[in-house]
T-cell receptor
Framework: DAGITQSPRHKVTETGTPVTLRCHQT?????MYWYRQDPGHGLRLIHY???????DKGEVSDGYSVSRSKTEDFLLTLESATSSQTSVYFC???????????FGSGTQLSVL | QQQVKQSPQSLIVQKGGISIINCAYE??????FPWYQQFPGKGPALLIA?????SEKKEGRFTISFNKSAKQFSLHIMDSQPGDSATYFC???????????FGGGTRVLVKP
């Protein structure tokens, strides 16, 4: 696998609590992405980053924020988790925008 | 609105058979069409990709066929093997950074 580490791998939380997921890369790729995967919906882009402190919204960004203070780290924050945010979250990296994405192993998040 | 529609949702094929997965898109500006393969518990991995300047691309037992006028593309897995059992996602994006849009996925099961 490309050098991508997601943490935690599993998380169970309660509605209304804040949650932060972390993505760490060792490949020095410019682009980093957060996707969520839900049955029947494939993968949907939440946010992506094209450099340190440079981020943009994706298709399903409501309720999520991101930060990238270093090239290697991309954080996804759910300010106040809701049950609809129960999903599997994948981080991905690439050298070129939207091409040859390398995905992490995912974080299974359950919001009760 | 799903811009990339993938079918079927699931597929069972005998070992040695041909698996065929179809995708249709609406945005005529799409010009990059990758396929990703995902095994249970893992993140998706790029399998093969095509651009509209060619109608077919083959890599080993995997072939993408592209029909620009019909706005459709498909993945053929020849001589399917049990190790090919996975979920396959088609996707599309534009050079203008339209952000990669994924189909809903097809779960393929190859029976020995």
């Amino acid at each position: 696998d490309a050098g991508i580490t997601q943490s935690p791998r599993h998380k169970v939380t309660e509605t209304g609590t804040p949650v932060t997921l972390r993505c760490h890369q060792t490949e020095n790729h410019r682009y980093m992405y957060w996707y969520r995967q839900d049955p029947g919906h494939g993968l949907r882009l939440i946010h992506y980053s094209y450099g340190v402190k440079d981020t943009d919204k994706g298709e399903v960004s409501d309720g999520y924020s991101v930060s990238r203070s270093k090239t290697e780290d991309f954080l996804l924050t759910l300010e106040s988790a809701t049950s609809s945010q129960t999903s599997v979250y994948f981080c991905a990296i690439s050298e070129l925008l939207d091409e040859k994405l390398f995905f992490g192993s995912g974080t299974q998040l359950s919001v009760l | 609105q799903q811009q990339v529609k993938q079918s079927p949702q699931s597929l069972i094929v005998q070992k040695g058979g041909i698996s065929i997965i179809n995708c249709a898109y609406e945005n005529t500006a799409f010009d990059y069409f990758p396929w990703y393969q995902q095994f249970p518990g893992k993140g998706p991995a790029l399998l093969i990709a095509i651009r509209p300047d060619v109608s077919e691309k083959k890599e080993g037992r995997f072939t993408i066929s592209f029909n620009k006028s019909a706005k459709q593309f498909s993945l053929h897995i020849m001589d399917s093997q049990p190790g090919d059992s996975a979920t396959y996602f088609c996707a599309a994006s534009t050079a203008a950074g339209n952000k990669l849009t994924f189909g809903g996925g097809t779960r393929v099961l190859v029976k020995p």
